[in-house]
């Protein structure tokens, strides 16, 4: 089933490819020492190279390469061995230098794909055009005092990586999905945070509409949104726009907008008129950048388990479905709980407490899974007592809430209250003969064909033994019984 | 002989055996200075106090024993290089109040081996010129004059103050750069030896950029063995400079005394090129045969691309130098002069902070950039650049070392060309070749012209082989005897 929007003339269908920018985690800056880490007070974090002082130089930080390529590797692309850094010339009041250095002709990154799945299980692959690396830029304000410019270098020349999607995105869902299945990539690479909040991935959106079967129209970009879910809005609202543009007979301009949440309007930020004219070429402060297959292979050796095979790996070693193990796998913290819990024990029983009690506790408590007040050992050693039948799984729920609360194992939760499962063939018996002997109307009703107040008899059985008693032995004694 | 007249090897030599003190041999660079400077304008910033302080200190590393090869000894720094709380001005308004918290890699390399800074010397305006008169703070004037004219002549450019302040005696050697020819035109211009060496052999951490696939740091001194010494301090491998390149700097001095025998000498058809004086050429041919009377074998060869040299580099230069100087937009550098708007305040602040020649640069390399005219004009000259090169390296299949002119011309007086920017660019029509192919080369003085202005010749080597050039050139320079000086001169001054 495909995404469409109803317009005046028909049906439209939307166009769409993505521009990440996504901050490198690294110790340094892309071309100089300075530290590349997040916050601290304004120009901190800034050496003589970033802030563009006569006579400094570009040095191309080895840390950030081997970023770009474990990017690259993660998104299946190919590997350019050889690449180059070109300068782009415009004048922008954020870079020091008056260009910033970036790959433009020659990426570090060719072709990928990066598969997503919808949530009516739909599987596409997304093509990734391009990966390359960049400087970021500084913040200057301008207007804040009418002789001086406040000027901040903390994030000028921090690496970027700029991902570039081929146009296959046909829906703001598909959008959605892509940004989180890239977030989720560089996360577990460890190459970017994806923490869009703080900026460290952000998404310049090219959006285009046309009817089915129909080559290209024009498209605009939307630059800098900050959210996935932003994106996806901004996505509907372009796209509206654009349809009602082309039905009212006019043409959409190429141009460069911005999306504004609180109106949810997109506005034109400059037109293809006044487009900087970037002047790139080669930076001659720097060589070619050439890498050799044989370290590209050593990354790729020391790769963690991605995603998708970490998923797949999860159905079959722990015969969970596909659903659960994307679920597991969305995190890398979540994956390594999961597998911490499933070790040795039933590894279903396992993702249903980590998808259902753990997950709806951690939502509750406004905690994630590295805070997460249970430990994966806490959690398994409650499951043992499941498995042994120490509990049963209602008593499980009980211990469950009060590990949460109190931090206690759930042997001691077990013993303090004294919620051991009943085993005992006679105590069970004994509290089925007094149930049925009190409900002798529902006996009868019973024997007379009402199955239903089998359930009945189970409840009062459970209640009598205060839900300690092991359910399959009173469903077993009941039978017997009536 | 004076102490100004000493050349760099005789004041170490003397330094050592306490013939003079380091502060004596400073002191008589410094008084120079005072006493010709306000006249020739070879310095912008002068540092005598500072120098005669280092001066002491290279005293008492002599008398202990512990000289460093450049102890003592007095030099002029071309104001292109950022020398730590020293001004640092690229000769142009825009710097003209900036004294940068770090020193450059060749300057920091001089100074590890004793040298003195005596100041700061003159240059066209961000090395832009080949007269030295594009600088905000005045022309250089030549410390030579023409036979029965007093009229001020130019020094060459852009190292022009380097040039004056060595020929006249106002330091002992100095550091230019060279991005098309600025350190041997005005070598050969000031009678002086200039040395600019193969690109990437001395780091530009810390030079001020024009044209970064072009800039490279050298000496200039008064003689071949003298320049050895200084390239040997100012050469190496830095990690900072990623175009600097990882070989060994081998021992120069050592090269200047080698033997040419057997050495082949090409001398290339397209330098005889229309407008080349006939005292130039009779020199260039005197040059042949002294190499040859060395043992050298003279060959003909060729490097057709020659002709589009010039116009291959008035396409790059200008295009790195649009970008370079992006950064001096008045927020950081220089006066800042209000505009209404941000992209106005850009604007007056760059109008007030450059000079015509920059600005003229600066918009050819941002035409030459620009969307549409990229390949028309930037991607063609890198494919010319490329045919350049490849010239240099089949000739030097065949031939060792080249021999041309340095310039079509000697000096000419202040005023002269400087109303036809392209007739300037040509002073460089013979340096500019071995610049865009990143060979080594340079300029010694030979002989003097009719009007009694010095003559240079260039030499041109294989990238890495200095040495075979300092060896050729110490021929070229005992065959010629030199020893002509200047009629403004610190000897003269006192």
């Given at each position: 089933m495909s995404y469409t929007l109803e317009g005046r003339t028909g049906t439209w269908e939307i166009v769409v490819g993505l521009e990440v920018h996504a901050q490198v985690i690294s110790h340094s800056k892309l071309f100089s020492g300075a530290s590349a880490s997040y916050?601290?007070?304004?120009?901190?974090?800034?050496s003589l190279v970033d802030a563009g002082f006569p006579g400094m130089l570009p040095v191309l930080n080895r840390e950030c390469v081997a970023q770009a390529i474990r990017t690259g590797l993660g998104l299946r692309a190919r590997i350019n061995l050889e690449s180059r850094f070109d300068r782009k010339n415009y004048f922008y009041a954020d870079l020091p230098t008056g260009y910033q250095i970036s790959q433009f002709t020659h990426p570090i990154v060719g072709e990928g794909t990066v598969e997503i799945e919808l949530a009516d299980g739909t599987v596409r692959h997304i093509g990734i055009t391009r990966l390359h690396m960049e400087q970021d830029a500084g913040k200057s304000m301008h207007d804040q005092d009418p002789t001086r410019s406040f000027i901040d270098l903390n994030r000028a020349g921090v690496a970027l990586m700029e991902i570039v999607s081929e146009p296959d995105i046909r829906s703001p869902e598909e959008a959605g999905a892509y940004l989180r299945k890239l977030r989720q990539i560089l996360r577990y690479l460890g190459?970017?945070?994806?923490?869009m909040e703080e900026g460290s991935m952000r998404a310049d959106v090219n959006v285009s509409v046309r009817k089915a079967g129909e080559p290209f129209r024009t498209r605009c970009e939307i630059k800098n949104v900050n959210s996935i879910r932003y994106v996806m809005h901004a996505i509907e609202v372009e796209a509206t726009r654009q349809i009602e543009v082309w039905e009212n007979g006019s043409e959409v301009d190429q141009e460069t907008r911005l999306f504004d949440p609180s109106r949810n309007e997109t506005r034109s930020l400059r037109s293809k008129e006044d487009a900087h004219d970037y002047r790139y070429f080669p930076d001659p402060d720097l060589l070619p950048l050439v890498v050799e297959q044989a370290w590209v292979d050593e990354l790729e050796r020391a790769l963690p388990e991605l995603p998708d095979d970490k998923r797949d790996r999860f159905v079959r070693q722990?015969?969970?479905?596909r659903y659960d193990a994307s679920v597991l796998v969305a995190e890398q913290a979540i994956a390594d709980y999961y597998e911490e819990v499933a070790k040795g024990r039933d590894a279903r029983l396992a993702a249903n407490w980590v998808t259902g009690d753990l997950f709806g506790a951690l939502n509750r408590t406004g905690r994630t899974i590295t805070d997460s007040p249970i430990s994966a050992q806490a959690l398994g050693g409650m499951l043992d007592l499941v498995s042994d039948k120490t509990i049963n799984g209602k008593i499980a729920k009980e211990v469950f809430e009060d590990m949460l609360e109190t931090g206690d194992s759930a042997a001691d939760i077990v013993e303090r209250k004294g919620l051991k499962q009943v085993t005992d063939t006679g105590a069970i018996d004994a509290a089925v003969a007094d149930v049925l002997a009190r409900n002798a109307d529902k006996v009868e009703e019973y024997r007379g064909g009402k199955d239903r107040l089998f359930g009945f008899f189970v409840g009062q059985v459970m209640k009598a033994m205060a839900g300690k008693a092991n359910p399959a032995m009173v469903n077993e004694a009941l039978k017997k019984v009536l | 002989m004076s102490l100004t007249e000493l050349t760099i090897a005789d004041a170490a030599a003397g330094l050592r055996a306490r013939k003079f003190s380091a502060v004596e041999l400073v002191r008589a660079h410094t008084d120079a200075i005072a006493a010709l400077n306000p006249r020739l304008n070879a310095y912008i910033t002068t540092t005598s106090d500072a120098a005669l302080q280092a001066a002491a200190h290279a005293d008492e590393a002599l008398a202990k024993g512990e000289a460093r090869p450049l102890s003592g000894i007095p030099l002029g720094i071309k104001d292109l290089f950022c020398t730590s709380g020293v001004r640092t001005t690229a000769a142009s308004n825009i710097l003209k109040n900036f004294a940068p918290p770090y020193e450059s890699t060749v300057t920091a390399n001089l100074l590890r081996d004793g040298a003195v800074f005596v100041g700061k010397t003159n240059l066209d305006e961000f090395a832009m010129g080949s007269a030295n008169i594009t600088s905000a703070f005045g022309p250089v004037e030549n410390p030579w004059k023409r036979k029965g004219d007093d009229a001020a002549l130019v020094p060459g450019g852009s190292s022009g103050g380097s040039a004056a302040a060595v020929a006249a005696g106002l330091a002992m050697g100095a550091t230019g750069t060279d991005t098309g020819g600025s350190i041997r035109q005005p070598a050969a211009y000031c009678g002086i030896v200039g040395l600019k060496p193969t690109y990437g052999r001395c780091s530009r951490f810390g030079t001020i950029a024009y044209a970064s696939s072009l800039d490279q740091a050298g000496p200039m001194a008064r003689s071949v063995q003298d320049c050895a010494i200084l390239l040997q301090s100012m050469a190496g491998f830095d990690v900072?400079?990623?175009?600097?390149v990882n070989c060994d700097v081998p021992d120069y001095s050592a090269a200047t005394g080698r033997s040419l025998k057997g050495l082949k000498v090409g001398i290339p058809a397209e330098y005889r090129a229309e407008g080349l004086s006939t005292e130039i050429e009779a020199a260039w041919q005197q040059g042949i045969e002294w190499l040859k009377a060395a043992g050298c074998e003279i060959v003909d060869v060729s490097l057709p691309h020659t002709k589009y040299g010039l116009a291959t580099y008035y396409i790059v230069a200008p295009a790195e130098c649009s970008s370079n100087l992006a950064r001096y937009d008045g927020l950081r550098f220089g006066e800042r002069v209000p505009g209404d708007t941000l992209d106005a305040m850009y604007e007056a602040t760059r109008r007030a902070g450059f000079g015509p020649e920059v600005r003229r640069r600066i918009m050819m390399g941002t035409y030459v950039l620009s969307a549409g005219y990229y390949d028309a004009y930037y991607l063609k000259a890198q494919k010319v650049r490329s045919l350049i090169r490849r010239d240099f390296t089949e000739s030097f299949q065949q031939v060792d070392l080249l021999l041309t002119p340095t310039a079509p011309t000697p000096a000419f007086a202040q005023g002269e060309q400087s109303d036809d920017p392209v007739q300037m660019y040509l002073n460089d029509i013979f340096t500019v070749p071995a610049s865009m192919a990143g060979m080594p080369a340079m300029s010694v003085p030979v002989g003097l012209g009719a009007t009694g202005l010095p003559l240079g010749l260039q030499l041109i080597g294989r990238p890495f082989d200095e040495e075979t050039l300092l060896a050729a050139g110490s021929a070229l320079e005992a065959a010629a005897g030199f020893t002509h000086r200047p009629a403004l001169r610190a000897e003269v001054a006192k």
């Open positions: 916050g601290g007070e304004p120009n901190t974090h800034v190459t970017c945070d994806g923490n722990y015969g969970i479905p | 900072r400079d990623s175009t600097s």
